[in-house]
């Protein structure tokens, strides 16, 4: 006997498995959030060393918005890993976490004063260890491939 509701909860619950193309959307959006923040170290770089300048900003709060569109990509490799049933167990919260913080610190820093503020070097240095942590965790993402990953039911 066809039952309507058990197909349409069949392909709901099939819609929110953890599958191959959400293997390939949480890699692709950790990379892009990875290339965002190189993007950011290097224009800071290139200010601090006087090949760019920026007429009405050239202080650190400048990137606040960069690091949004980094921090949005990695809220697509969240949902991927934490919404979609038997998605591996993979350490997506500190890159989160640590890009939140230096977003913060920027946003902030627009209402401060030089001295309270964080410096384009302190940006940079921030940048990198966002970076770091992403490093790390694309390369728990190489494991993705691997059958014999841990998955949560």
């Given at each position: 006997?066809?039952?309507?509701?058990?197909?349409?909860?069949?392909a709901a619950?099939?819609?929110?498995?953890?599958?191959?193309?959400?293997?390939?959307?949480?890699?692709?959006?950790?990379?892009?959030?990875?290339?965002?923040?190189?993007?950011?170290?290097?224009?800071?770089?290139?200010?601090?060393?006087?090949?760019?300048?920026?007429?009405?900003?050239?202080?650190?709060?400048?990137?606040?918005?960069?690091?949004?569109?980094?921090?949005?990509?990695?809220?697509?490799?969240?949902?991927?890993?934490?919404?979609?049933?038997?998605?591996?167990?993979?350490?997506?919260?500190?890159?989160?976490?640590?890009?939140?913080?230096?977003?913060?610190?920027?946003?902030?820093?627009?209402?401060?004063?030089?001295a309270s503020?964080?410096?384009?070097m302190e940006?940079?240095?921030?940048?990198?260890?966002?970076?770091?942590?992403?490093?790390?965790?694309?390369?728990?993402?190489?494991?993705?491939?691997?059958?014999?990953?841990?998955?949560?039911?």
């Open positions: 006997m066809y039952n309507k509701s058990t197909v349409d909860s069949t619950s099939q819609a929110l498995a953890f599958s191959a193309n959400s293997a390939v959307s949480v890699m692709r959006n950790a990379k892009a959030a990875r290339v965002i923040l190189r993007t950011v170290v290097l224009a800071i770089r290139a200010v601090e060393d006087g090949s760019a300048s920026f007429d009405e900003d050239s202080t650190s709060s400048r990137w606040s918005a960069a690091l949004g569109a980094a921090r949005s990509r990695l809220a697509m490799v969240r949902y991927e890993l934490t919404e979609k049933s038997h998605a591996p167990c993979l350490d997506f919260v500190e890159p989160m976490v640590l890009i939140d913080a230096l977003d913060a610190a920027l946003w902030f820093g627009q209402s401060c004063t030089d503020r964080l410096t384009n940006a940079m240095i921030a940048a990198e260890v966002v970076i770091d942590s992403l490093d790390e965790f694309l390369r728990e993402c190489d494991a993705l491939e691997k059958p014999e990953i841990a998955l949560v039911h």
